[in-house]
């Protein structure tokens, strides 16, 4: 069974630059969630996604998007990248059934640095 | 505002002893509460998750304890190694959905 994995590992952008993050989910889960971790802090609640549709949203600026694919992957999209935006981004999925949501597992995250 | 707190912020300990990690959180009406470990530069590694209706979870020398009431979670480490040396992330679940609201963690060092 393979784990969450997350590419690339490390990526450093400007600022004003538009990034895409990637999340490939755990085999039999539907459902993947996004989070931001900045230095020093615990992760943040960015948004969900469940059979290709935004499912919840923290609170996060609309210059944060994704994408969940029919194979249940996702993309985490950013535009017009800011010096707070460098942070350890977080992916981790799920299996909801029946409207029942199982334990999430998390991927070794995409370390993210705006110069 | 549905906030999770941990105290302390950091922790150095000698090998061997014995020590608990705090978690509050301002919502006690939460589904489920879950204690993370997340090595530097890592992800996050699931230790122990309690559900609402728990007031406890047991794995190896790990107990974690959930107190909704007074909005309290304690994670207590028995006997602690050197390896046991990470950060320590609190988070709360509060409606079913996986949508996790964390603590800024405890970054534990054990020295030997």
């Known amino acids: 069974e393979t784990g969450v994995t997350q590419s690339p590992t490390h990526l450093i952008k400007t600022r004003g630059q538009q990034v895409t993050l990637r999340c490939s989910s755990q085999?039999?889960?539907?459902?993947v969630s996004w989070y931001q971790q900045a230095l020093g802090q615990g992760p943040q609640f960015i948004f969900q996604y469940y059979r290709e549709e935004e499912n919840g949203r923290g609170n996060f600026p609309p210059r944060f998007s994704g994408l969940q694919f029919p194979n249940y992957s996702s993309e985490l999209n950013v535009n017009a990248l800011e010096l707070d935006d460098s942070a350890l981004y977080l992916c981790a999925s799920s299996a909801r059934l029946a409207g029942a949501y199982n334990e999430q597992f998390f991927g070794p995250g995409t370390r993210l640095t705006v110069l | 505002k549905q906030e999770v707190t941990q105290i302390p912020a950091a922790l150095s300990v000698p090998e061997g002893e014995n020590l608990v990690l705090n978690c509050s959180f301002t919502d006690s009406a939460i589904y489920n509460l879950q204690w993370f470990r997340q090595d530097p530069g890592k992800g996050l590694t699931s230790l122990l998750l309690i559900q609402s209706s728990q007031r406890e979870q047991t794995s190896g020398r790990l107990n974690a304890s959930l107190d909704k009431s007074s909005g309290r979670s304690t994670l207590y480490i028995a006997a602690s190694q050197p390896g046991d040396s990470a950060t320590y992330l609190c988070a709360v679940e509060y409606n079913a959905g996986n949508m996790l609201t964390f603590g800024g963690g405890t970054r534990l060092m054990v020295k030997p």
């Open positions: 085999s039999g889960h539907n459902t």
